[in-house]
């Protein structure tokens, strides 16, 4: 009898026998792939190039009913377990060298109920998908910045993007979900049912479960959006960032405004001779009224001279994809990320010395605008840690050949060490790399030790492992 060699929870090795390997497959809807077939280095692919894994098995999942017998086929093996939504994690979790992962990505429904303003989506769904359904109702949920992005890990890890000043995280717009846990059970978490979970999975990432359907209530967003970029000369760099810092503090929910800082690519719309020069730009969204929108972007239009100003109204869903050509997978990414409760005069010097020594034409620079309806809402509310910061820093280090990766990693490494001083030490767990595990505790401050205690009920064994881990209270209590 043949056996299978899969790596454990621990990372040893056991071996299962393939008839067990076929009975598990003959009672799935969804497909079992190996090495052997031919789409697997297909379905082991993600959006990170610098994650390279082989996983033993490959659970294309067709619906819960799957989810649930793979991840009790795990737990009754001892396997190790990735999930896989829309396989954007800069981590990597969403596959594993040797173990069981399971694939989401075929379960891609995405239902909206334009009379009660309510969604329901499927984890394998991505922000696409979800933006195409619920525009077409003149309706929105507010997510991330990059379309191709998977639903349910920016979900698990919080979500921000353009809409959420004006209404709240993705996770402070959820209802309910439905959740396999470690026992291979699903159920139902909500305000009501499975409260303790609820709170868990809105921000503690995929430590309690797989998620195998949201719902979530929907906003109003009918037409266009006033969006686009002001595009700046890197010597103006310092004066614009002062201002647009001074403008953010009277700025309107509705009004967000993130900054890049990098080298400029070849857009159409700036002059050939800035090309691969450095540049700030500014990319602001106002989610309201376009003439009140005007009213609200001119103060952040009137810094300085621009090299360029695109801002105008345009469909949410196509500014939802302004950034996806330079966000494409399989390039090696690295990022470091901190929070900020303003932009002091240091840590924009800090901020601008890091662009002089831009290791290559795709590394950036990002500080999203967060605070507004996101950060009115207490921070022992949900798991999600970041209530009280006004900006998050991602330090995009993104490069082609594996020659550079030290040196674009160093670079992302040394920035991130010279903005601890002006950080408020929280973090957003979907920005950080795979080497960060030591942070997990502290990027989730006060609100550590109730998911630990949580983790401990739900998921004693640590099955769900493949993430920003939160240990089981019983492990802290070990080691210490």
């Not at 009672?27 to 990170?48: H, M, P, Q, S, V």
């Not at 698990?156 to 004006?166: A, E, N, V």
């Not at 009140?292 to 952040?300: D, F, N, S, T």
Request: glycine share 10%; proline share 5%.
């Amino acid at each position: 009898m043949d056996n299978l060699n899969l790596t454990t929870l621990h990372k040893g090795q056991t071996a299962v026998t393939n008839v067990a390997i076929d009975a598990f497959a003959a009672g799935l809807r969804g497909r079992l792939l190996t090495e052997k077939d031919a789409d697997y280095d297909e379905a082991r692919a993600i959006w990170n190039g610098m994650v390279d894994r082989r996983p033993g098995l490959i659970v294309r999942c067709a619906g819960a009913a799957d989810v649930m017998r793979a991840v009790r086929f795990a737990r009754e093996n001892n396997l190790l377990l990735a999930v896989r939504g829309g396989g954007h994690n800069i981590a990597g979790n969403a596959i594993c060298e040797g173990g069981l992962v399971i694939d989401l990505s075929p379960m891609k429904s995405v239902r909206v109920d334009p009379g009660t303003r309510r969604l329901r989506v499927e984890p394998g769904a991505t922000l696409a998908d979800v933006d195409n359904e619920t525009q077409a109702f003149g309706l929105a949920l507010p997510t991330g910045i990059n379309s191709t992005t998977g639903i349910a890990g920016l979900t698990l890890g919080g979500g921000f993007g353009w809409l959420t000043r004006k209404f709240g995280l993705t996770i402070d717009n959820l209802i309910s979900m439905e959740v396999v846990t470690a026992d291979g059970k699903l159920v139902r978490a909500s305000e009501k049912e499975e409260p303790d979970l609820f709170w868990a999975l809105r921000g503690g990432g995929g430590n309690f479960g797989v998620v195998t359907s949201f719902e979530f209530r929907l906003h109003d967003l009918p037409g266009e959006v006033l969006a686009g970029l002001v595009v700046h000369p890197f010597a103006d760099a310092e004066m614009v960032l002062r201002e647009y810092r001074q403008v953010l503090e009277t700025a309107p929910d509705e009004l967000t405004c993130w900054v890049v800082m990098r080298q400029a690519p070849p857009l159409p719309f700036l002059p050939a001779e800035w090309h691969g020069k450095e540049i700030l730009v500014l990319a602001m969204c106002h989610c309201g009224d376009i003439e009140a929108g005007k009213l609200a972007a001119a103060g952040l239009r009137a810094i300085g001279n621009p090299i360029a100003d695109v801002v105008g109204p345009a469909p949410f869903a196509a500014w939802q994809q302004a950034f996806d050509p330079l966000l494409t997978p399989g390039a090696r990414n690295y990022w470091k990320s901190q929070d900020f409760a303003e932009l002091s005069n240091a840590a924009i010097a800090v901020l601008l010395e890091a662009v002089r020594k831009l290791p290559g034409p795709e590394c950036e620079i990002f500080i999203g605008h967060v605070g507004g309806a996101a950060g009115r809402i207490a921070v022992e509310a949900t798991a999600f840690p970041q209530r009280n910061s006004h900006f998050v820093m991602n330090v995009h280090a993104r490069w082609r050949e594996k020659s550079m990766d030290g040196a674009s990693m160093a670079w992302a490494r040394e920035l991130f060490e010279a903005t601890k001083e002006h950080a408020i030490g929280t973090a957003y767990i979907n920005f950080m790399p795979e080497d960060e595990t030591d942070r997990v505790e502290t990027a989730y401050g006060g609100n550590y030790q109730r998911l630990s205690e949580i983790k401990l009920r739900y998921d004693p064994q640590n099955l769900f492992r493949m993430n920003q881990n939160v240990t089981p209270q019983a492990e802290m209590r070990a080691a210490s």
